[in-house]
């Protein structure tokens, strides 16, 4: 809102130059953000708080000003001139809907004569960014920018009966407003209607065929106090955003009505001549009453740490507007100004009393110590996979929540079996593609590759960790559970080498899961092979841990490659990092070094291969011989020299007794009945 | 064995050997001087300590004339033999001496050809996989909690998804106030608001613990704003809420103070100044003195010198009450700072949608 600095000067006799009045406003409160000279005046941008619609007027401000510099404000005394007759003559006004309208008042001038204003006032519009139109119109918004009450003049002559109705606008009228728009108005609108129809809409804007013209000889004023959450609504839903409609949803001083009033009716007649009525047509069916608070000083040390003697409390307050009601030791209770909506608890009093001393007057201090700090439950872990995840060289993404729908991906396994009814959606997206809440972080890692890809990076590792969410039982919040996702492409990259040595694989991926995993102190993962959805049949595999299914991993299918217009083989996992949370972490036990060494054999295997490795650890653990302590992977074979169908893999048996040195013979012994038993088993010819 | 000349003393005999050998030596040397030494080659410096060595074994060696005299010695007469053992020790020491000489410049020489051709670019790369980075916003979150975790405080979290009552009842924002129109906060279907503050998990936190309580709640936010250079509808924010007895806003003041301090440095300075919050009563606006200029007023600051932290305020008596929490015996503090802002601001980022495009390029400038 801007305020002029000369007329702050005519009411309050300021001392302070304009940077001063602007860093002082700030400080109470009333942030300045610029200070613009402009013919002669400076112009304070003062930020009002939506609470403190008091303020968005030159006297409201300079109230606050006053309290500063302890000086008063010097506001207007209007009084009419001369006036003559009986308005209850001339007009006739009728509240239908008191819930929105608690007040109104209207007044009649006649014999005015519409003409421009004189220079002064058009100076003072101009600087305060306002367009002059004539005399009438500019005295309203005069007195708007003086006390802050939004004021409307009607031509009388186009009121229809002379009446005045305000009510709840009836389903299809329709108004044309002063921008010249033809409005569709609703049943919860309040308009200002005549005997027939809308001629404003209430706390808005007026209607173009009662406005004010050049043959305008008798204009009404109305001066009104509406129902500020009726105003924002109604402007809200026209889109029509007005110096009045502002005001009036903040909620204007009910018992100002008629001073402002006097104010306007007062300069019309001054500067645009004509006689006004003597009385006023005021109805205000229920006077809104006057509140009071109670405010027990020590609280303002209490809340605030700030130590303010009792003199200046009550200065401040009392220069505020507030009454004091009743003065004892105890408690001071206090009447609250009309014009102050924003004032309802003691704590409010406090924060009077403390912008007003000095929000740089309170002292800074830690609280005293009293309880040991702690992270999050899961941030020891989710740094160690994050850690872990960045070693590999993958970077972290963050996308957004919500995504578009698509039924092209496996959920996680807590999530899954359910179907495009499952997503959680908005009422109201902001990105009319984006209207559910994301079930996967998958889409999302997709969409960042694809944009990496499009901007020539060819080599992306990216992975996330997020909430996904979907429906739960009707009327129950949905429910949330926290993912981790994986995305690879492109070369294995190493630091400040031009080209990667090789392409990605499935294994990069399942490496960096498993160090995820193993940097959380988890059990290791379990990986079957598994149709998936968003997965290539064949390199698609179900991530268990604990025997519980958790995620997947694989190579994206063709066709959702095709979708994303992917050109290069994509690598995606998902697991539900909720789950992996609530596993317990594997604890460190010491088990002795082993006293004798270790013979190995290797054998290598020519098997169909269909025959995986873990079905080849697996058995040679069941066979349970006593010395065989470990069989590990040491490779896979398959291409020149093998016959199709089947691959050669490569395991090395470890063996070791625990009281002496194995002999030679004897680890052949075992060796050959691991060998034969494998043979036998799988059809596995020695290579 | 040669023949010798029997008239010969065996000092004089030593005297012949010792000659012998030292011009045979000096021979050797004097030819790698006329040479120059720099041109003699490694392999040529094989060759030479193969000779010597030969030269050596037939000087010095078992069946030599200097180990038959050395033998000598015991037949020689009572008198006079020490001094003749010292004399011959002495003479096998200086020629030893001379060979051990010769070879060790040229194993030298032979060693640092070696080591020049077997030398390494020690300036070519490192072997090490590509670096990832984690995301800003994540970095910025870790140092927020860090400096709060060890000023006492429990790091907590809440759902993403709110009822009414934690998103806007409890946090006292009243039917009707603007912040709960659909053209702000986004609603589910089902009528359950994305939660548009972490403020919500305040009051989880005081359910869950009770007062005294102090905390912080990192996490997603999201409003209606539409995407633009300073907007997203997500973001991250942190929460921060402090209720025992006897807290003041001297104790809001001297903890963001600490804060800030800690996050950029100890010169930077605080302002409170009062502002309005439906939470919080009383309400203050906090800005830092800009990092960049240090208050002189820079691009970064848009001139003012200060630069806006968030919003915070003594916790609103209806929302301890909403929290079960009696305000007649705990007051307590809350803040709100944007996390993605204050990225926003310590990198210099001209539009904070980069934050969520996930651009490699972009990513890979953080740590």
């Given amino acids: 809102m801007l305020i002029s600095y000369n007329w702050q000067r005519e009411l309050t006799a300021t001392k302070l130059d304009p940077q001063e009045v602007r860093e002082r406003l700030t400080n109470v409160g009333l942030a300045v953000d610029a200070v613009e000279e402009r013919d002669g005046d400076h112009v304070l941008d003062v930020e009002v708080p939506s609470n403190r619609g008091d303020c968005l007027s030159h006297i409201g401000i300079a109230r606050e000003l006053a309290v500063i510099e302890k000086s008063t404000v010097h506001s207007p005394k209007p009084k009419v001139e001369n006036p003559e007759g009986k308005i209850s003559d001339l007009a006739r006004v009728e509240i239908r809907d008191p819930d929105l309208c608690p007040r109104y008042a209207a007044r009649v001038i006649r014999g005015v004569k519409i003409a421009p204003s004189p220079e002064w006032l058009v100076k003072l519009l101009e600087v305060l960014g306002q367009r002059p139109i004539n005399n009438v119109a500019d005295i309203t918004n005069y007195v708007l920018h003086e006390f802050g009450q939004p004021l409307h003049a009607f031509d009388l002559a186009k009121l229809g009966e002379s009446r005045i109705v305000i009510r709840r606008a009836a389903k299809g009228e329709t108004i044309k407003t002063l921008d010249g728009v033809e409005r569709k108005l609703e049943r919860e609108m309040l308009v200002i209607a005549d005997a027939t129809r809308p001629v404003a809409v209430a706390g808005v804007m007026g209607g173009e065929e009662s406005e004010i013209s050049s043959t305008t000889q008798d204009v009404l004023i109305e001066s009104a106090y509406f129902n500020p959450a009726s105003v924002r609504r109604t402007a809200k839903l026209l889109g029509l955003h007005t110096e009045a409609s502002h005001r009036f949803e903040r909620g204007v001083d009910p018992e100002g009505v008629l001073r402002a009033q006097e104010r306007c009716v007062a300069l019309i007649c001054e500067i645009a001549g004509g006689v006004a009525t003597a009385d006023v047509l005021d109805v205000y069916p229920a006077a809104l009453p006057a509140k009071s608070v109670e405010l027990r000083p020590e609280r303002v040390e209490a809340i605030t740490g700030l130590q303010v003697p009792r003199a200046e409390v009550l200065r401040i307050l009392t220069a505020l507007g507030f009454e004091v009601r009743e003065d004892n030791p105890a408690r001071l ?61 993958f970077d972290e993404a963050i996308s957004l929540s919500f995504t578009e729908l698509t039924e092209d991906f496996d959920l996680i396994a807590e999530f899954a079996g359910r179907g495009r009814e499952s997503a959680v959606t908005l009422t109201n997206p902001i990105i009319e593609e984006s209207s559910r809440m994301r079930q996967t972080l998958l889409p999302g890692l997709l969409n960042s590759i694809r944009h990496n890809l499009n901007h020539g ?101 063709e066709s959702l490659a095709g979708a994303y ?63 065989l302590v470990a069989t590990r992977f040491v490779g896979s074979y398959e291409g020149e020299g093998i016959p199709e169908g089947k691959r050669s893999v490569t395991l090395r048996l470890e063996y070791r007794a625990s009281d002496r040195t194995l002999r030679d013979e004897e680890v052949d012994r075992m060796h050959i009945a691991v060998v034969s038993a494998l043979k036998i088993e799988f059809m596995a010819e020695i290579r | ?71 000598s010695i015991g037949r020689l007469p009572a008198e006079g033999r020490a001094d003749f053992g010292q004399r011959i020790q002495q003479t096998e020491g200086v020629l030893v001496q001379g060979f051990d000489d010769e070879e060790d410049y040229r194993k030298r020489l032979i060693e640092t050809s070696r080591s020049e051709r077997e030398s390494i670019d020690v300036t070519m790369p490192g072997r090490r996989p590509r670096p990832g980075h984690l995301h800003p916003v994540t970095l910025m979150r870790e140092r927020i909690e860090d400096i709060f975790v060890s000023l ?110 800690r996050l950029f440095g100890p010169e930077t300075r605080t302002r409170f100044r009062p502002s309005y919050f439906p939470f919080t009563e009383p309400s203050a606006e906090v800005d830092y003195s800009c990092f960049n200029c240090g208050g002189s007023g820079c691009r970064i600051c848009k001139g003012s010198g200060w630069i806006e932290l968030g919003g915070s305020g003594m916790v609103h008596p209806n929302v301890l009450r909403a929290a079960n929490v009696n305000p007649e015996e705990f007051t307590g503090f809350a803040f709100g700072l944007g996390i993605d802002r204050t990225c926003a601001r310590i990198y210099q980022l001209d539009d904070i949608r980069l934050l969520f495009e996930n651009d490699v390029r972009f990513l890979e400038q953080f740590r």
Avoid at chain 1, 342 to 360: K, P, S
Avoid at chain 1, 381 to 392: E, N, P, T
Wanted: hydrophobic fraction near 40%.
């Fill in chain 1, 565 to 627: 217009k992917f050109r290069q083989p994509i690598f995606v996992a998902e697991v539900d990092l909720t789950a992996l949370l609530e596993i317990k972490e594997l604890p460190a036990l010491y088990s002795p070094l082993p006293r004798f060494p270790a013979i190995v054999r290797d054998v290598s295997l020519l098997l169909d291969r269909k025959v995986t490795v873990a079905e080849l650890l697996a058995f040679t653990l069941n066979l349970k011989i006593e010395n």
């Fill in chain 1, 333 to 393: 209770i206090f009447t609250i100004p009309s014009w102050r909506h924003d004032v309802a608890i003691e704590e409010d009093l406090v924060e009077e009393v403390a912008r007003h001393t000095g929000y740089d007057q309170i002292k800074t201090a830690l609280p005293p110590a009293s309880l040991a700090g702690e992270y999050h439950s899961s941030e020891r872990r989710k740094r160690a996979l994050r850690q872990a995840m960045s070693g590999r060289g």
């Fill in chain 2, 1 to 71: 064995m040669r023949d010798q000349q029997p008239q010969q003393t065996p000092d004089e005999q030593l005297d012949h050997i010792s000659q012998t050998v030292r011009a045979e030596l000096k021979a050797r040397f004097d030819n790698i001087e006329a040479q120059g030494r720099a041109t003699l080659s490694p392999s040529e410096a094989e060759k030479q300590l193969q000779d010597l060595k030969d030269l050596r074994t037939k000087s010095l060696g078992k069946k030599s004339e200097f180990a038959n005299l050395k033998k």
């Fill in chain 1, 457 to 557: 990076v060819r080599d992306v590792c990216l992975f996330e960790t997020g909430r996904v969410f979907v429906v739960s039982e009707p009327g129950q919040l949905p429910l949330e559970r926290e993912a981790f996702a994986l995305a690879a492409t492109g070369g294995a990259m190493a630091a400040d080498r031009a080209q990667a040595e090789r392409e990605l694989d499935f294994f990069d991926l399942k490496g960096a899961i498993e160090s995820a995993v193993a940097a959380m102190n988890l059990p290791p993962l379990d990986f079957k092979i598994a149709a998936v959805k968003h997965l290539r049949p064949g390199q698609s595999a179900a991530i268990s841990i604990e025997g519980a299914r958790v995620g997947s991993i694989g190579c994206l299918t």
């Fill in chain 2, 152 to 261: 006492g405080y429990a790091v907590e979290d809440d759902r993403e998804i709110e009822t009414d009552f934690y998103n806007f009842d409890a946090l006292n924002i009243s039917e009707g106030h603007p912040a709960r129109d659909p053209q702000d906060t986004f609603y589910t279907t089902d009528g359950f608001a994305l939660r548009s503050q972490t403020s919500t998990v305040q009051i989880h936190a005081m359910q869950r613990r009770g007062a005294p309580v102090r905390m912080i709640a990192p996490g997603r936010v999201f409003r209606r704003d539409t995407p633009d250079p300073t907007h997203n509808p997500m973001f991250f924010q942190v929460e921060g809420l402090c209720v025992d007895r006897g807290i003041t806003m001297a104790h809001l003041k001297g903890t963001l103070a600490e804060f800030v301090h």
